[in-house]
């Protein structure tokens, strides 16, 4: 059964860039499509975006578009998460997700906390 | 954007009670919706998909229904390990819109 695993939690200043890693543990990533969701303390999760990894067709969520930027690495098994000009906002936990319509697989989440 | 209103927000409930909570989309999306469960501190847990189908391994006791843009999630006997926060997720068309989330509480 296919594990996915993901970088530990960060802080950062507003302005700056986080990149959140989602590893593949007992499978390949190559023939997935890996969604990648957030969620504040307390809101409901919101989607960021998905990235079809064997085709490489990337979709962002227009709120997103031009902070975040999803990629993959077929050779490691690892989809990776980028969003920049971080503001107080961006505060959530960020989850990669197996699927790109309903959600099978989940990583454990990745707490990213902007604070000056 | 697709929005996604459940109700309630929360509710109490008792071992073995039938729980049924509801998700209204603002507008058509056929059977693209898919229902999560999430613990407290965990990530989403999705129950099912379709609507209707029930995704393996996860117990009988869920079920979903449709009746035009309106979506229900039923546990037609309650366990312990139920008690969580459930959300419903539209997939019809982008940007996926997830609702604001029902609380089962004890």
Known sequence: QVQLVQSGSEVKK???????????SGGSLSSFTITWVRQAPGQRPEWMGKITVPLDIVKYAQKFQGRVTLTADKS???ATMILTSLRFEDTAIYYCARGGDWMTIWGQGTLVTVSS | DIQMTQSPSSLSASVGDRVTITCRASQGIGYSLAWYQQLPGKAPHLL??????LETGVPSRFGGSRSGTDYTLTISSLQPEDFATYYCQQYNSSPLTFGGGTKVEI
């Open chain 1, 14 to 24: 507003p302005g700056s860039s986080v990149k959140v890693s989602c590893k593949a």
């Open chain 1, 76 to 78: 490691t098994d690892t």
């Open chain 2, 48 to 53: 099912l998909y379709a609507a209707s189908e």
